[in-house]
């Protein structure tokens, strides 16, 4: 396995990218919302200078793809599936009851920031469909109920 | 990175059978199934599991992390190889039956009591009695594997172990001995269509980018695979990657090329960094970069992370977004064949596109072309989910019925409910009811049916499901997924999507006006879906209306229950249907009042609850909240409000 180094900084992202290609935008926010957690408005400045593009552009590209956020996410990220198998197997209720449960709607961070809700088509793992993600671990094959419990795990 | 000579020599002798590839032969061997749905399933933590009771028992073995093998419904999967014995595949191996495996197993070579699934076949050892083949097993024995040979059965990042199993072989050989029109004219022999949904024959794209004279062209791998319920893609970059490369540098060979991208989901971190070990693996060993086993063919590749987006799967959006622009498909021609990436020419099919490469090389184009049907040859893998009872990932060969694979591969419907609907080829496809499930599989029949081959998603619903629903629910995904550039597919989608609403909403609470909207709506949708048909400007607008016109073809009654009676038959859609509390099981705890959004529920403390049907805006909070139980939704016989 190859041994890339983490950057620290959004200047070492930057540098990684020497020639300072239109088509190295994408990669450069990946890398920021990798690091932050999000794409600040900070960071589009600076990408604009490096890049020597407007700010509208990286904009424009920032908010066209689902997976870059603007804003900065709570401690825990729940992905909830919105994908085919997952809906056949009632994910909207799922998503439903979890939006009821933190009092926030998709996308939202609740007030003491500890969850943020996000809604993904398909993670892949249909076969225990519905499936939620919080932080990276799956939980499948679930039902509304289980959702308080699951929640709990996560301080 | 560059080349490391002593490692080229290395694969250099395997490939031209000077050595061969064997793993250790007098120790045991441990195959986790560790895809991203293994993992998803536990298989890191099984593995924690075997390692730590190898150890306790002081036993030497190699682990072996490989993809999917396609049976998901009982992963974790993991196999064990001992000296001696054919591999034996075991099922649902959590914690504790991870250790019993080393224990009962590894140690002491009995199989008792442990949930074996099946056993290889091997030439070097004798079969073990009582336990079956695998490919003999119900799940397998339908199934023809060609592009999954290797997913879940080899180590998918050993350049060594992909060889041995023929890869790069053919390759070797017709980059010294084929000339590029050779190559072409067998991809075009062999029938082989596109499998990322056009079914576009590959050799013809091939040549329509050969025949330009440019001297920068590129290659380009289509692996967004946006569509929500299909992991074809994903299963194959995680199992084989070689293979896809191999196919990609084939390509690259035939048409002139000396770059390729691969543009994958970012959603597939872990497809993604077996790819990069690949690709190291092989510049390392002088089969990518320049001159390639020391010929004149120089290729080289990079990984382009997709970031979410699934128009961004078509191809001129693709090659948008690579550029680093927004992703927004253009009018076609020019095709990408003549201006593609940065207006040089391009080709652009799909991982399973690529992954049929290697095998049309290896087995003869004649003999690739015997499989399958007069118009689609080959083999179309499935990801099969939904409310069957084996999920997972199968390959078929063309011609085999729907109803096989439903009933026979995946074992029919769970929990012996009825059939309704399978849906196929994603946003863009359609549902084949119960009628139609002896159609073959190929390209021309499930066109006649209203469907469409797709990705290769095929999610199966039972009698619970509403199918103006899902239609609803792929409206939903489309209108949040056009990319918005023409107004038939941005504003078209939206309205559809108000209408489906409407219908799947209650008129309860609606004012004369809505409800008169609503029925006006149901007059205007036919056409709408038409107009958005012929006048959108990419596939995703002009497949947008699928979903919604094959099942108002097959699922009529439906939506008029929904419309005339307020009525949703499953008793899924939200607002149409009633809950009502069970006054034995009620305990008087207050809960369902408390978390009713709409005031509709009554009752003191300790004393038996209530539900007011008026206010009830059907949103199950009641449900989901009861501690006991007491609250239950009414399927049948819901009042009539129009
Ligand atoms: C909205 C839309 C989404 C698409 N998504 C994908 C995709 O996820 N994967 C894919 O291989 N092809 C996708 N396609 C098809 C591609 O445009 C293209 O036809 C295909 O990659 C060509 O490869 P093939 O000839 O090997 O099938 C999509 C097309 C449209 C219109
Ligand atoms: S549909 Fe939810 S994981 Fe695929």
Known sequence: ?155 | MGVNTEYKNHIKALLENNTTFSRSADKPVIFVGAGTCGLACGAASSEEAIKSALESNGIDAEIIDVGCVGYCEVEPIVDVKLPGKPRVTFFQVDNSQAKQIVETYIKNGSLEGLNVLAQYKDETAEPIEGVEEINQITFFKKQMKIVLENCGVINPTSLEEYISRGGFKSFARLLKEYTPERVIDDVLKSGLRGRGGGGFPTGKKWQFAAVQKNPHKYVICNADEGDPGAFMDRSVLEGDPYRVIEGMMTAGFAIGADAGYVYIRAEYPLAIAHLEEAMDKLEQAGLLGDNILDTDFSFKLKIKKGAGAFVCGEETALIASIEGKRGMPRYRPPYPAVSGLWGYPTIINNVETYANIPSIFRMGAENFAKIGTAGSKGTKVFALSGNIKNNGLVEVPMGITLREIIFDIAGGIAKEKKYKAVQIGGPSGGCIPEQHLDISIDYESLKQVGAMMGSGGLVVMDEDACMVDVARYFMDFIQKESCGKCIPCREGTKRLLEILTRITTSAKFMSEMERLERFGGIVYMNRLAQSIKDTALCGLGQTAANPVLSTLKYFKDEYEEHIYNNRCPAGLCSGMTDYKIIAEKCRGCGLCKIKCPNNAIVGERKHVHYIIADRCIGCGACHVACKFDAVEQVKEGVASEN
């Open chain 1, 1 to 155: 396995m190859k041994l890339k180094e983490t950057p620290q900084n959004i200047e070492e992202i930057l540098g990684n990218y020497p020639q300072k290609l239109r088509s190295d935008l994408i990669p450069i926010l990946q890398d920021v919302q990798e690091l932050q957690g999000y794409i600040s408005q900070d960071a589009i400045k600076q990408i604009s200078g490096y890049l020597d593009l407007p700010t509208s552009k990286i904009f424009g590209v920032a908010t066209f793809y689902n997976q870059f956020r603007l804003n900065p996410p709570g401690r825990h990220l729940v992905q909830v599936c919105r994908g085919t198998a997952c809906h056949v197997k009632g994910s909207a209720k799922l998503l439903e009851s979890l939006e009821r449960e933190l009092g926030i709607k998709a996308a939202q961070t609740t007030k003491d920031r500890r969850y943020t809700i996000e809604v993904v088509a398909c993670m892949g793992a249909c076969s225990i469909a519905p499936v939620i993600c919080v932080d990276g671990n799956y939980h499948g094959r679930l039902d509304v109920k289980d959702l308080p419990a699951i929640l709990e795990q996560y301080e």
